[in-house]
């Protein structure tokens, strides 16, 4: 057992970290017959409902992988949202059985002292997916929409430009032949100041804890406002938003996947039913931007 500690709530917890079964062990091991060397673990039927159905996807995507061999067809995913909104677990997901050299996560760091001084987009352009690639931005040059204004790294009119140059950016992408997804991981706060705290006690998520997590509180309403104006503006036919709700990880990660496959088409697909998404999880930019002007004098009924 571990050492008992009290919280902050002066209750006592044990600070051992709860020990959690690798994805895909249950429905492996569904069949096993019992051993003197095997120990029964429970786990809830809709964790392995779930692993089945993640399985199953995976080797769609892995059948979209080897058609974009052949077709040479070039995929460009954009994952933005607020911290811990599930966006790298996703992500994580998704590329699991994928042939790294087809497939690459682009999630770039603070711009340099050269790349300040260049076009804004100019440091993703060399990141853009060449013919049979599927590339994934953790985060993107939507950082200029939100965190960048908010945590005043950025001019008003620097992002305000940055609203107006975008669709004709992205525009120019899809004309030119890429196959693109724009997803915003929507988290409510409850849950993603529950997901900060988890954070803290898990030694495996050791390297997600940063000082911006209480600033994503703290400026939770700012977010929003920027998330409205974003939306607003670069939600466009050519290339709209897919909005995902994310308080349930499992299902925005299905949904994800999901929508990406019933947008493609490949060789081997499975029939459309099985792609069928969940109106609760995946919500389009134009219904989500009707949600936030209909709540807008009611900010806690907004979703992240």
């Not at 939306?231 to 996947?257: Q, V, Y």
């Not at 989500?288 to 009924?301: A, R």
């Amino acid at each position: 057992m571990g050492k008992k500690t009290e919280d902050k709530n002066g209750k006592h917890k044990n600070s051992q970290s709860k020990i959690r079964l690798l994805e895909e062990t249950a429905s492996k091991n569904l069949l096993t017959k019992k051993g003197d060397d095997k120990t029964a673990i429970w786990i809830k039927n809709k964790h392995l409902v779930y692993e089945i159905e993640l399985k199953k996807l995976q080797i769609e995507l892995m059948k979209l992988q080897s058609s974009l061999k052949i077709s040479g067809e070039r995929v460009l995913a954009i994952f933005e949202g607020r911290d811990a909104a599930g966006k790298g677990g996703t992500i994580k997901r998704i590329i699991a059985h994928l042939n790294p050299r087809h497939t690459r996560v682009v999630a770039l760091t603070k711009p340099n002292e050269t790349e300040l001084t260049q076009w804004y987009f100019q440091r993703y352009v060399t990141h853009l997916p060449s013919a049979s690639e599927i590339v994934i931005f953790d985060r993107s040059w939507y950082n200029r929409a939100m965190v960048e204004p908010v945590m005043g790294f950025c001019t008003d009119e620097q992002n305000k430009r940055f609203l107006k140059d975008v669709p004709m950016v992205e525009e120019m992408l899809v004309k030119d032949g890429i196959k693109l997804f724009k997803f915003y991981f929507s988290v409510s706060k409850n849950i993603q100041n529950e997901r900060f705290e988890s954070r803290k006690d898990d030694p495996l998520k050791q390297f997600k804890i940063s000082p911006v997590d209480n600033l994503a509180q703290e400026y939770w309403d700012d977010y929003s406002i920027r998330k409205f104006q974003m939306l607003s503006e670069t939600n466009r036919t050519m290339a709209p938003w897919t909005i995902i709700r994310s308080d349930n990880k499992k299902l925005a990660r299905i949904n994800c996947m999901k929508f990406i496959l019933s947008r493609m088409d490949y060789e081997g697909k499975l029939p459309e039913k099985e792609f069928t998404l969940d109106p609760k999880i995946i919500i389009s930019g134009i219904d989500e931007l009707k949600h936030m002007e209909d709540n807008l004098m009611h900010p806690e009924k907004l979703h992240g």
